[in-house]
Nanobody, 124 residues
Framework: QLVESGGGLVQPGGSLRLSCAAS????????VGWFRQTPGKEREGVSS????????NYVDSVKGRFTISRDDAKNTVYLHMNSLKPEDTAVYYC???????????????????WGPGTQVTVPS
């Protein structure tokens, strides 16, 4: 199971660090993706990281502002979010997949084990 945490209310330009903690299995052999969703919109892939952390991907809207990382000793993947904007407001989810998919966040990428999500709110 994956559980997200670290969301909250932050002013524009602020920062947050989201955590995706795994329990019941070892995360180190899995690629992990971060996704976000707002009411009435489809879930959007935000960032992904390969096993070992050697490869990462970011959607254009967060490049240069968000950084994904992993600490396999803590069985956790992080999403460091800087320069937050109102359009970053969403529920953020993490999920795992067997093979690193890069920019492919669609159903064919095989992401599974979705957590309950954590709310990030950046007021306008």
């Amino acid at each position: 199971q994956l559980v997200e945490s670290g969301g909250g209310l932050v002013q524009p330009g602020g920062s947050l660090r989201l955590s995706c903690a795994a329990s019941g299995f070892t995360l180190d052999r899995w690629a992990v993706g971060w996704f976000r969703q707002t009411p009435g919109k489809e879930r959007e892939g935000v960032s992904s990281i390969s096993p070992g952390g050697g490869a990462t991907n970011y959607v254009d809207s967060v490049k240069g502002r968000f950084t994904i990382s992993r600490d396999d000793a803590k069985n956790t993947v992080y999403l460091h979010m800087n320069s937050l904007k109102p359009e970053d407001t969403a529920v953020y989810y993490c999920a795992r997949t067997t093979y690193y998919r890069g920019a492919n966040y669609g159903p064919e990428a095989g992401y599974t084990g979705w957590g309950p999500g954590t709310q990030v709110t950046v007021p306008s």
